[in-house]
């Protein structure tokens, strides 16, 4: 797998260890060499301040040809306990050399004898005595020979017009390497300890950063089929552009969830038309050989000479005949017909109707009517709307269960609740309640809430079904007024 591939769950924490590893060791190069350039800086003010010293007090003694003399001042300076001092850098030898480039003391004389040309010390030394014969009366200059572990310091002995001779400072090429370990180590020791806690914290962060992106990721990938859950509030509650990604998110889930809602709504609505349809449609053709059934059967009782069994037959005819005229005409819904308008004591006489039934099985009815005038609506259809989705409530409560009925005006429709506990539907349940026939109905035909269904929808209005809690189900009609008539 690629890295980037990887989840983000590791590829940020990754990114972010190897910036603060690559800032650190880049800051830490850049210190180191910066101190490296500071102690040689201060190795070569260190050395121009021994140098001005040794050469003004050289000065008179060698003017004088008083060689020991110049022996105790640069061996005093070797042997000085101001050497030892913790960043004091430690001279290796001091040599004193004249204008003909013989030297005229030294701190070790064994190794460079006095009157000794320089230049037949060492290569090394030969070296320095052309760089020495280039400098002429020039100021003091630091030395470095290339491929010498040694590093000069040169000062011209002189004062006025007088030169007297040339200063050699020699110091070992690491002189000031303890100390800039030293400084390193404690710079690599601060570096490590920040290291410790940004690099943790880097992984705790881009942790927690992605968290909920990895989450968001696997939620969306599952709006395809069944929706995912929301995401809880207390995710991510920044108002960063990653907040904003949740809150889109809500929002995207909120508008598909209503978005499928509206769908079911109206293949619901669709269905039920395309039925409603076609049982008007077969009503219609049906009637027609059952009303000349019945008119044959009433003809025979009156005019036919049968005897007591057969009238007993032509008896059940009847009646089977006349169930089915009944069935079929619950099947013709038809709003378009005159009556007078709604009024408040419609509603009391429905309340007459249905409280004989309630009190069968001990339910309790909880009454709100808040009309107070006539409703430019159809007293008759409505009446039959209110006394079905009643009866449906009281049949499916339960045994001294409750039922809440609700009606009122409101923005220009009359809205009426019916509530009701016991079994409550699932959401599949719902959809195929207001269906004739139905099998959820307990008793009858289950033409009831179909009828509801047709002339609520025939006057303009809507009807939903919802599951108020775990024992309580919700039926909610609007109809505007003065609806489809």
């Known amino acids: 797998m690629k890295f980037f591939d990887l989840s983000f769950r590791y590829k940020i924490p990754l990114w972010g260890s190897m910036l603060i590893i690559v800032t650190a ?3 830490s190069a850049s210190m180191i060499v910066d101190t490296y350039d500071e102690l040689k800086e201060d190795l070569i003010i260190d050395s121009d301040t021994l140098a001005r010293s040794l050469t003004s007090n050289l000065f008179p003694a060698l003017l004088h040809d008083d060689t020991w003399r ?3 001042i640069i061996s005093t300076a070797i042997d000085s306990p101001y050497s030892d001092w913790p960043g004091q850098a430690q001279a290796e030898a001091i040599l004193v050399v004249d204008n003909a480039l013989n030297i005229v003391v030294s701190t070790h004389p064994k190794m ?3 009157s000794t040309d320089i230049s037949e010390l060492s290569p090394e030394y030969a070296a320095l005595a052309d760089q ?14 290339p491929g010498s572990n040694r590093f000069y ?6 004062r006025g017009n007088a030169h007297l001779g040339t200063l050699i400072i020699v110091y070992p090429q690491g002189v000031f390497m303890p100390r800039f370990f030293d400084i390193a180590w404690h710079g690599l020791s601060v570096g490590s300890f920040i290291l410790a806690i940004l690099l943790p914290l880097n992984w705790y962060w881009g942790r927690r950063m992605t968290l909920p992106l990895l989450l968001l990721a696997s939620r969306m990938s599952k709006t395809s089929g069944k929706w995912p859950a929301d995401l809880e509030p207390d995710l991510y509650t920044h108002r960063d552009e990653l907040g904003q990604l949740f809150e889109a998110y809500h929002l995207m889930l909120e508008e598909l969830k209503a978005k499928e809602s509206l769908e079911k709504q109206m293949e619901q609505s669709e269905r039920l038309a395309a039925l409603g349809q076609l049982a008007a449609g077969i009503a219609h053709e049906v009637n027609n050989p059952l009303g000349g059934m019945l008119t044959a059967i009433d003809t025979l009782k009156r005019h036919g000479n049968v005897d007591p069994r057969t009238m007993k037959t032509i008896a059940l005819l009847e009646r089977g005949l006349t169930q089915i005229r009944d069935t079929v005409g619950a099947l013709l819904v038809e709003a378009k017909l005159k009556s007078r308008n709604l009024l408040p004591q419609d509603i009391e006489d429905v309340q007459t109707l249905i409280t004989p039934l309630a009190n069968k099985k001990a339910i309790y009815i909880t009454w709100h009517n808040s009309l107070d005038g006539d409703i430019p609506l159809p007293a008759t259809l409505v009446r039959q709307i209110l006394i079905n989705l009643l009866l449906n409530a009281v049949q499916a409560a339960t045994q001294q269960g409750e039922v809440l009925f609700d009606i009122h005006v409101m ?3 009359l809205r009426v609740v019916v509530e009701n506990n016991g079994k409550t539907l699932s959401p599949e349940q719902i959809s195929h309640l207001f269906e004739p026939f139905s099998p ?9 809430l179909w009828v509801t269904y047709q002339i609520v929808h025939q006057l303009g209005g809507h009807v939903e079904v919802e599951k108020e809690s775990n024992d309580y189900m919700r039926f909610t009609v609007e109809i505007p007024m003065g609806g489809a008539l």
């Open 25 to 27: 060791i880049a800051v």
């Open 70 to 72: 110049a022996f105790e």
């Open 112 to 114: 460079a004898p006095i």
């Open 132 to 145: 020495i014969s280039q400098m002429g009366e020039h100021p003091s200059q630091a030395i470095e020979l």
């Open 153 to 158: 310091y040169i000062t011209p002995i002189s």
């Open 411 to 413: 923005d220009g429709n």
């Open 440 to 448: 959820l109905s307990r008793d009858g035909h289950g033409l009831g």
